[in-house]
């Protein structure tokens, strides 16, 4: 994977994750924000972490942003330092910005300035939630507009059946990535074909949304 170079402004619990992961992942990060403490605090993710106003043009230009391949802005309820800090990056020629919004008025903004994508973390984590509960699933995780990974309870038709006997994909569409023996605490990533499934396994399934709903529902029965 080709290292790329980041600039995060904006260093709370959401920038400074964004800047922590992408650290983890091998990438350049420049940090900004006007709060010292924040800065030290990411100082370790970041190769420069710096203090300063997101919306200085000319700031930005000596720390680099010019050179950055794409920007996160994530500055809180602040929606004129928001707008400014978009306008301020694109001024400098970085295309691929990422923007956090906290009200549908405020993405509307970003969205009518042409950020590449607006991010509303809680109310997007209160969704996932939302439906997880709703079809008793373990774990959710997107992966394609359509497409999920999702863990789930065995459902009871399944109890006592091999794989092979299931053949999930031929009939629901979906693939069983690894099963978790909660009883015995190991888990099967890629279980063969003969796998038998028990009511204490949970089941880690890939496919499209509509059929790992149906799959949920099962469970839940």
């Known amino acids: 994977m080709a290292v790329r170079r980041f600039i995060v402004v904006g260093l709370g619990n959401f920038g400074s994750g964004v800047a922590e992961m992408?650290?983890?992942?091998?990438?350049d990060v420049i940090a900004v924000d006007?709060?010292?403490?924040?800065?030290d605090r990411v100082r370790p993710y970041a190769a420069r972490a710096v203090v300063l106003d997101g919306t200085d043009l000319e700031g930005l230009s000596r720390i680099g942003a010019a050179d950055a391949d794409a920007a996160v802005i994530s500055l809180g309820s602040d929606l004129s330092a928001s707008v400014l800090a978009v306008l301020a990056l694109q001024e400098l020629g970085v295309e691929e910005i990422y923007a956090k919004a906290i009200t549908r008025d405020h993405a509307k903004i970003l969205d009518l300035l042409g950020v590449v994508e607006v991010?509303?973390?809680?109310?997007?984590?209160?969704?996932r939630?939302?439906?997880?509960?709703?079809?008793?699933?373990?774990?959710h995780m997107p992966l394609a507009p359509g497409y999920s990974i999702q863990e789930l309870p065995t459902p009871d038709p399944f109890i006592g059946r091999s794989l092979l006997e299931l053949q999930l994909p031929q009939r629901f569409g979906?693939?069983?990535?690894?099963?978790?023996?909660?009883?015995?605490?190991?888990?099967?990533?890629?279980?063969?074909?003969?796998?038998t499934l028990?009511?204490?396994?949970?089941?880690?399934?890939i496919g499209s949304d509509e059929a790992l709903e149906?799959?949920?529902r099962l469970s839940g029965d």
């Open 22 to 27: 992408l650290h983890a992942h091998d990438h």
């Open 34 to 39: 006007l709060d010292e403490e924040k800065v």
């Open 119 to 127: 991010v509303r973390p809680e109310r997007e984590t209160a969704f």
């Open 129 to 139: 939630l939302a439906y997880r509960l709703s079809l008793r699933l373990l774990n």
């Open 174 to 195: 979906v693939s069983i990535v690894a099963i978790h023996d909660l009883l015995h605490d190991e888990v099967h990533v890629v279980p063969p074909a003969d796998y």
């Open 198 to 205: 028990t009511e204490s396994d949970t089941l880690t399934v």
């Open 214 to 216: 149906d799959l949920a």
